[in-house]
């Protein structure tokens, strides 16, 4: 069982930067998605257990950065150059498996999530 922490939300303006951190109980693959108003959740990025393999959506890549720190148990999110459009709920999420994935039906635990509201 891997038990997920999120932290860093808040309100920013457009232009702005933002580091979300998730406090982890286990190493493995992880992930970032999000779920704006209205909206499905929708993946953000992903890293494997041994950080070597990163993954983005296209949306934010060039401006979101994942990243993992296994002496600290902690998975990062930084977020450079936010949109009004990155406005969501942020989730942490892991996976049992090793290799990294993109949709959100393959990671097995959550956590509960970080609000995110950019401002124009």
Known sequence: QVQ???SGGGLVQA???LRLSCA??????????RQGPGKEREFVAAISWSGANTGYADS???RFTISRDDVKNTL???MN?????????????ARRG???KYVSSEY?????????????
């Open 81 to 93: 150059s936010l949109k009004p459009e990155d406005t969501a709920v942020y989730y942490c999420a």
């Open 98 to 100: 090793v290799t990294l």
């Open 4 to 6: 997920l922490v999120e």
């Open 60 to 62: 934010v890549k060039g």
């Open 15 to 17: 232009g702005d930067s």
């Open 108 to 120: 097995d635990y959550w956590g509960q999530g970080t609000q995110v509201t950019v401002s124009s």
């Open 24 to 33: 982890a109980s286990g190493r493995t693959t992880m992930g970032w998605f």
């Open 76 to 78: 990062y999110l930084q």
